[in-house]
Every structure is written in C-alpha cells, then in structure tokens.
C-alpha cells in the first residue's frame, strides 16, 4: 500500500536558518506528491506540489524536488520567517485510486 | 468568506451521545471527504463522497457514519461518541477531473469526548 514518512518535530529554527523537512514515500505506480501548510487554528493549504520524476514544486520561498530514486520529497527553504511557523504535511496521490495520503506531519516553529 | 466551511468549530460531549459535524462548500465540487486528525498520525481518511448519494468509507469508518444531502453539504455522524474518537475533523472538497486531486480544506472542528 502507500504511506509516507516525515521527520517527526517539533524543528525548531531561528529567523533566516535555511530549513529541511524530510519526506519519504512508498507507493505503486507514479504519485504525485505534495507539501501542505496548516497554520494554526486553519485547516490545510496545498503549498506545492510535483506530478513526475524530477520536477520541483516552489511557493512562497519554499522548495521541493520529486526524487523517484530515493523516494523522497524534502521540503526546504533558504530563510525561514516566524510567519513561516506552522505544521507541514507531505502527501501522495498515487493516481490510480485518486486517494490522498498524509504524513504524520512535522511542526515548524521560527524564533525571532 | 470560506469556501468550505464547518459546524460546529468546538464541541465537547459525553461518552454516548449521538453528535453531527457539517460540512459546506461554495466551491461547486463534486467530491467531498471527512477525514480525522490525531497527533503525530497526520490525517486519516473517514468517509469520502463523489457525488450525492455516493458514500464510501474510508480507512477509518468504524464508529462514524455519513450523509450527503446536496452537492454542496456533507455530514459526519458520531452515532454513540466514545473518548477515542477525541480529535480534530476536517471536511475537504476536490473537483472531478482535477489532474492531481488538489483538496481544499476546512477550518476544522475540535471534538473532546468525556
């Protein structure tokens, strides 16, 4: 079946730190996968995401390449903000099922 | 105003009352879902709905049911509530035919069972 993993957090970083968040995934077929943002009190915004082998999804700052050799979708940024501060979740759809599956999901938190 | 919206934000309850969660959409979507968020575990799939009066349940369908009354309105129900079903519930909504299933979410509604 599909799943993905994330680095569990809390990661905690100072303004302007660059930012790794490690996503790994396994699932048939060819996923898309995604990075979505939940700030606190909302629900979840899609924040980029990447269809095929190699593309890179890019919002706000933020980054991610689609791994398909490593299975990995990291997100990163070169300098985090304390607006930046929130929970992260990577994700896939593998298509076929049109389903989406969650990480466990890691929180950011930016001191000034 | 919110595209999708829930009712209600906060509740609390007792173990063994029946309890609704609404779900609405001004986006025109025909796909909705319900899904459970616990910490550490992401978020989990409760039932999912392509269009009214189609229902399928999820990774996690014990315990709750669903109604979906019009395109726009899907309803989680909690028949007798139990203190591990204690989480945060968000509603989502997708279009048929979108080429990577983009969902939009809700706010999200705290449910505590005592």
């Known amino acids: 079946g599909n799943s993905v993993t994330q680095m569990e957090g809390p990661v905690t970083l100072s303004e302007e730190a660059f930012l790794t968040i490690n996503c790994t995934y396994t699932?048939?077929?060819?996923?898309?996968l995604f990075w979505y943002v939940q700030y606190p009190g909302e629900g979840l915004q899609l924040l980029l995401k990447a269809t095929k082998a190699d593309d890179k999804g890019s919002n706000k700052g933020f980054e991610a390449t689609y791994r398909k050799e490593t299975t990995s979708f990291h997100l990163e940024k070169g300098s985090v903000q304390v607006s930046d501060s929130a929970v992260y979740f990577c994700a896939l759809n593998n298509n076929a099922g049109n389903m989406l599956t969650f990480g466990g999901g890691t929180r950011l938190m930016v001191k000034p | 105003d919110a595209d999708v919206t829930q009712t209600p934000r906060n509740r609390i309850t007792k173990t063994g009352k029946r309890i609704m969660l609404e779900c609405s959409q001004t986006k025109g979507h025909d796909r909705m879902y319900w899904y459970r968020q616990d910490p550490g575990l992401g978020l989990q799939l409760i039932y999912y709905s392509f269009d009214v009066k189609d229902i399928n349940k999820g990774e996690i369908s014990d315990g709750y049911s669903v109604s979906r009354q019009a395109q726009a309105k899907f309803s989680l129900s909690l028949e007798s509530a139990i203190p591990n079903q204690t989480a945060l519930y968000f509603c989502?909504?997708?279009?048929?035919?979108?080429?990577?299933?983009?969902?939009?979410f809700g706010p999200g509604t705290r449910l505590t069972v005592l």
């Open positions: 699932a048939t077929g060819y996923p898309s």
């Open positions: 989502a909504t997708s279009a048929h035919g979108s080429s990577y299933n983009e969902q939009f």
